[in-house]
């Protein structure tokens, strides 16, 4: 049973105070002000995310430094490498450097781990294969902030290593001549939040800024990178997030690049491009390559200005792609096969094991098994001795935390508090599984482990409509931190319920006096035989619209459905 978490009211004067302001509904202002916008500037900055609100780069500590020791590469003509990682938040902020290094004339390749072989981060043998061709200086994207071993071994070997990250700080920071970590920052900084390609874009702007280079122009248009890597690394969308996220839709949407214009054809993208189409439709090609085969594929899409060029690499992620589903459809149904052979219990959290489970589809298999038990899972790949592992959560519970009561068992470990990662001798997994069930149960309650909605508010179903779905898009994009507003409404009659999509959803109508109400509840085919027509049900829901042979028209989309209360 999921618990429903209503929002609470705020005063009446104060919604009076924000309507007038900003001339916006009272409802509008309700979410707002409940949401924890009250200051009228931190109202004003949220409804008009401008790029001018951005913060000054060189606030983020080390910033200075990082710039300078660039500068310094290309003043004496040092090769320099870019070493990122293999999701889209590293393969887009590799880009972005990429693509400020060669503006600069900077003599600069990069370099991107094969997940399967190599891992996350950084490691010896890379640093070694690194050295050996004559790199000067390495720059990190989206890792290295845990990798103080590696770093010291490439000191050792004559290069200095600049680190940007955004991950969680260590105890013990790398040697690196110069880090960049907005994690390092006061809670509530407008700056901490930002996912590896924000850091990577905020790094180009201090770069360019330090040069002397006034091109507005070229740092405008490494948005859409920032924005790619920012949605799909699930960071908040608040504060400079939001204003990336915004800014870079717009330019994603004028399909400037030719690997992102490729990407949208390849996905069958043919309208407007906004959160969703890049969660379900570009992210996911773009992540495939990383996890199957090799991220550079992604890479150099990104980089290429050829759209011919582009279309036949954005052909070979979408087939890498569609490979990656049916590789991790297989694994969900071992996986779901042994829940029912060994059972959940009473454990706080499921970790199970696998011969040969792919490393690079196993992440994303956790977290539908995270949807479908509600605790934190974690699976583990094991082949040739070797177990890689991916760990995913439920809202309030860090995984990072978890994992890292028990770190001195792994070879390798990071992550943050949604979603983890590690390599472990096989022979050590028993005991990991010993350990993280004992601390999970010792400091998890079954509360923290009960699915939450949270309502922003209960609305009478007489003022939904158009205008009224179209005024809530202010609110866009929506994300992390800043949730689709979902609403409440009580006691409404039940008047029709049918399968849709081979039986997987289901379309219902409601009605509460004289209001008529369309839903569509994805993913509810399974509930609707437990509905009964003539019933009185609360709903939670999205408003959406929906467009049908030409006419737009209203539609609730459903989240969780109950009989009413009284």
Excluded at 40 to 67: C, H, R, T, V, W
Aim: proline share 3%.
């Amino acid at each position: 049973m999921k618990k429903w978490i209503t929002r609470e009211k705020p005063p009446e004067h104060l919604i009076d105070q924000v309507c007038l302001q900003f001339n916006i509904s009272r409802l509008l202002a309700t979410i707002l002000h409940s949401r924890g916008m009250i200051a009228l500037e931190k109202i004003q900055k949220y409804l008009s995310p401008k790029l001018g609100n951005l913060s000054d780069p060189f606030l983020i500590p080390g910033m200075d430094q990082a710039a300078k020791r660039i500068l310094m590469a290309k003043e004496n003509g040092e090769r320099v490498l870019v070493y990122g990682d293999y999701d889209v938040d590293g393969v887009t902020a590799t880009a972005i450097l990429l693509k400020t290094f060669q503006l600069l004339g900077l003599d600069a390749t990069y370099y991107i781990p094969h997940r399967y072989e190599e891992g996350y981060g950084l490691s010896n043998e890379a640093i070694e294969k690194i050295a050996e061709d004559n790199i000067d200086l390495i720059v990190t994207v989206d890792c290295g902030i845990s990798s103080f071993e590696e770093i010291s071994y490439a000191n050792d070997l004559g290069m200095e290593v600049v680190v940007t990250d955004h991950h969680t700080i260590p105890e013990k920071m790398p040697p690196a001549c110069a880090i960049v970590n907005p994690k390092v920052m006061e809670k509530g900084n407008p700056s901490r939040e930002l996912a590896g390609a924000g850091v990577a874009f905020k790094f180009a702007w201090a770069i360019l800024k330090l040069a002397g280079v006034k091109d507005s122009t070229f740092l405008a248009s490494l948005l859409d990178l920032a924005a790619l890597g920012t949605i799909a690394d699930v960071v908040p969308l608040t504060e400079e997030n939001r204003i990336l996220a915004s800014a870079g839709l717009k330019l994603i949407n004028e399909r400037k690049r030719a690997g992102i214009k490729a990407l949208a054809e390849s996905a069958s993208i043919k309208g407007d491009i906004g959160i969703t189409q890049i969660n379900f439709g570009i992210a996911p090609r773009i992540n495939a390559a990383g996890r199957l085969e090799h991220a550079s594929k992604s890479l150099e899409l990104l980089l290429t200005d050829e759209f011919e060029a582009a279309k036949l690499m954005a052909s070979e992620l979408n087939r890498i792609n569609v490979r990656r589903q049916e590789t991790g459809l297989e694994i969900k149904q071992e996986i779901l096969l042994k829940i029912v052979e060994e059972g959940v219990g009473e454990n706080k959290v499921i970790l199970l094991i696998g011969k040969a489970w792919h490393p690079g589809v196993i992440g994303i298999v956790a977290s539908q098994i995270v949807d479908a038990y509600s605790r934190p899972v974690v699976l583990v790949g094991v082949d040739d001795g070797v177990g890689r592992g991916s760990a995913r959560s439920v809202d309030g519970v860090n995984v990072y935390d978890l994992l890292f009561s028990c770190k001195d068992l792994f070879n390798d470990f990071g992550g943050h508090a949604g979603a983890a990662g590690f390599e472990i001798k096989e022979e050590n997994i028993v005991h990991l599984k010993k350990r993280l069930n004992q601390f999970a149960n010792d400091t998890i309650s079954l509360d923290d482990l009960s699915p939450i909605i949270k309502i922003d508010m209960e609305i009478d179903p007489s003022i939904i409509n158009l205008n009224l779905i179209k005024e809530l898009q202010i609110l866009a994009p929506f994300g992390e931190k800043n949730r689709e507003p979902v609403f409440m409404a009580l006691g409404l009659t039940l008047t029709d319920v049918k399968l849709v999509g081979k039986d997987k959803h289901a379309k219902m109508n409601f009605s509460i006096g004289t209001n008529r109400l369309e839903a569509i509840g994805f993913g509810m085919g399974g509930q609707a035989g437990e509905l009964k027509i003539g019933n009185k049900y609360d709903i939670a829901f999205n408003l959406e619209s929906n467009v049908w042979n030409g006419f737009e028209k209203v539609q609730l989309s459903l989240i969780d459905i109950k009989e009413a209360a009284v």
